[in-house]
C-alpha cells in the first residue's frame, strides 16, 4: 500500500497537478472544493508526509467579523462551535477573532495503518457533510 501523500490525494480525487501547492516551508498541500446548493466550500488537503496521518481544513466556512457581528450572534456562533467540536471528537471548530473566519479541521491519525483511498472517502465525505451541516446553522439565527 502507498503512503498517502497529496499527490495519492489528488489522484483519489481526480485533481489536476495544479491543485498541488507548496509553502513557504517546502510543505506540499492540496487545494480542492466542492459546491453544495448555492454555497461553495474550499478544502485544504496536508499529508503530515507519514503514511498514518492527515489533515482536512475547510476554511472561511463562513465570516462572523467581531467589528460587524452583534455580541448576541457572536455568542450563538461561538456556542455551535464549541458544542458541534464536543459533540463530534473528529471535527476541531475555529474562530478568528480579527478576522471572524469560521473553519474546521479534521486529523485522521491511523495507528499502525496507512490511510486507505476508503478511508480517505469516509473522512472526506464526513468532512463535507459537516461542513455543510454548520453552514446551514450559522445561516438560521
Given at each position: 500500500m502507498t503512503a498517502a501523500s497529496?499527490?495519492?490525494?489528488?489522484?483519489?480525487?481526480?485533481?489536476?497537478?495544479?491543485?498541488?501547492?507548496?509553502?513557504?516551508?517546502?510543505?506540499?498541500?492540496?487545494?480542492?472544493?466542492?459546491e453544495s446548493g448555492t454555497d461553495t466550500f474550499r478544502l485544504i488537503v496536508r499529508s503530515l508526509n507519514e503514511p498514518d496521518r492527515i489533515v482536512l481544513v475547510a476554511p472561511a466556512i463562513a465570516i462572523a467579523s467581531p467589528s460587524d457581528t452583534p455580541p448576541e450572534r457572536l455568542l450563538e456562533i461561538l456556542t455551535a462551535l464549541a458544542e458541534a467540536s464536543y459533540e463530534d471528537p473528529l471535527c476541531a471548530w475555529g474562530y478568528d477573532p480579527t478576522e471572524g473566519e469560521i473553519r474546521l479541521t479534521v486529523a485522521q491519525i491511523s495507528l499502525n495503518a496507512e490511510l486507505s483511498e476508503d478511508m480517505f472517502w469516509s473522512l472526506l465525505n464526513h468532512t463535507k457533510a459537516s461542513v455543510e451541516a454548520m453552514a446551514a446553522r450559522l445561516r438560521c439565527p
Open positions: 497529496v499527490e495519492v490525494i489528488a489522484r483519489w480525487l481526480g485533481a489536476p497537478e495544479e491543485a498541488i501547492a507548496q509553502n513557504a516551508g517546502g510543505e506540499r498541500y492540496l487545494v480542492a472544493g466542492w
